[in-house]
């Protein structure tokens, strides 16, 4: 047995969230792709049965109320919340984080309308998930603005008084980079713009601070790291202090303030619930609800330092087993830049990438040239990652 692979057993016998591992359905795979979907919670596929069979089944209709499932965007939100900074009353549940991309930035466009002082652009991530960037044009042609696109180093000196809002991604999808939220939402906010973040790969990963650092609407979705399933439900946050100014370009009956009233003419619910559109996806819903009872006892700052130390402890390996230039790695070796992924270079990463699954060690490739690597702190173990990088090098080599 290899030097690090010794270390490993030490770091897994020390680990104080390795007991966590037993709360997911998992198998002898190296799964490490928990960035794009999360594994399963054992415990979930009980719970749908359930709201299938009883709620559904046996009460039906009475299910709104007796179930609880008209709350449920409200409610499940505030699950959400302290694995985000937030206090409760803050997010609503639902729609896809394509949908809350969309309504986020026009609110924000819409809110700095009401100052009056001809805010003409828009500002968004360079780097971004394809899909905002599309949302960001069209955001822009709906509210009558311009769209640039800086790369979020570059959002500083680009901001002035043209600025109306600014689209970021916490945590960049290719590279793993981790942008500055506390930093740019200060510099936003200098130049009276408001902070749009999209927290997809960093939410259940690394602690965000919302209301700490006074970001002004924010998204993710719920199937990467918060393990809510495939193409469960996003989240929409909106600060407390802009609730009453959220107007969004989606109202929906389920938004209204009297949503049973059936008004020909919209008014919008107080709070949070303005983010709210159609009737809410109640069984991937309550599935990602009975998900989220994993964080149950988590620490997020635990989480954190377990995610640092796995990606570090890869890197370690990789350069150990590999030979030098065969691989780069693009994601950053700062801590304070880095999210709960690895990403690395290489002519053929295609191909690397299906010799690696078929071999046990599950990540993903991006075009042209990267190799995926995510670290769910939860589930993942410092004797896998030291396997994963070990083949990685066979299979390299």
């Avoid at 805010?119 to 971004?128: F, K, M």
């Avoid at 822009?140 to 600014?166: E, F, H, I, Y």
């Avoid at 040239?369 to 896998?384: I, K, N, Q, S, W």
Wanted: include cysteine; glycine fraction near 10%.
């Amino acid at each position: 047995m290899s030097e690090l692979a010794l270390e490993a057993e030490k770091f897994d016998a020390e680990d104080e969230l390795a007991p966590l591992r037993d709360r997911f359905v998992l198998d002898d795979v190296v799964y490490l792709d928990g960035n794009s979907l999360g594994a399963l919670p054992a415990h979930v596929p009980d719970r749908v049965a359930d709201v299938v069979r009883r709620q559904w089944g046996e009460l039906r209709i009475r299910s709104w109320d007796e179930s609880g499932w008209w709350t449920a965007p409200e409610r499940i939100g505030d699950r959400i919340a302290p694995l985000v900074g937030a206090a409760p009353g803050q997010i609503v549940v639902g729609d896809s984080t394509s949908v809350n991309v969309f309504k986020a930035l026009v609110a924000a466009v819409r809110m700095a309308d009401e100052a009056g002082a001809g805010r003409s652009e828009i500002l968004v991530d360079a780097t971004t998930f394809p899909t905002d960037g599309y949302l960001a044009e069209s955001a822009a042609r709906l509210t009558g603005r311009t769209l640039r696109a800086v790369t979020a180093a570059q959002v500083p000196g680009a901001l002035s008084g043209r600025t109306a809002a600014v689209l970021l991604n916490h945590v960049d999808y290719r590279t793993g980079r981790l942008h500055d939220l506390p930093g740019l939402t200060a510099a936003i906010h200098a130049a009276g713009a408001l902070a749009v973040w999209d927290l997809c790969h960093s939410a259940g990963a690394l602690p965000v601070g919302l209301d700490e650092h006074g970001v002004d609407l924010a998204v993710g979705c719920t199937y990467k790291y918060l393990n809510g399933g495939p193409g469960s439900p996003a989240y929409l946050y909106v600060r407390q202090e802009l609730q009453s100014r959220f107007d969004s370009p989606l109202p929906g009956w389920n938004s209204h303030a009297d949503p049973f009233g059936m008004s020909p003419s919209y008014a919008p619910a107080p709070g949070a619930l303005r983010g709210r559109v159609g009737t809410p996806d109640i069984l991937s819903m309550l599935a990602l609800e009975a998900a989220l009872e994993v964080w149950d006892g988590v620490s997020v700052a635990a989480v954190r330092a377990k995610s640092l130390a796995l990606t570090d402890f890869f890197l370690r390996c990789v350069r150990a087993y590999t030979e030098p230039g065969r691989v780069e790695s693009v994601t950053p070796e700062r801590h304070e830049e880095r999210g709960s992924q690895v990403a690395l270079r290489c002519p053929d990463a295609g191909a690397v990438m299906k010799r690696l699954i078929s071999r046990g060690v599950v990540g993903d490739f991006r075009h042209p040239d990267v190799l995926r690597f995510g670290f769910t702190p939860l589930y993942v173990g410092f004797a896998e990652t030291e396997r994963a990088a070990r083949i990685l090098a066979e299979e390299l080599a």
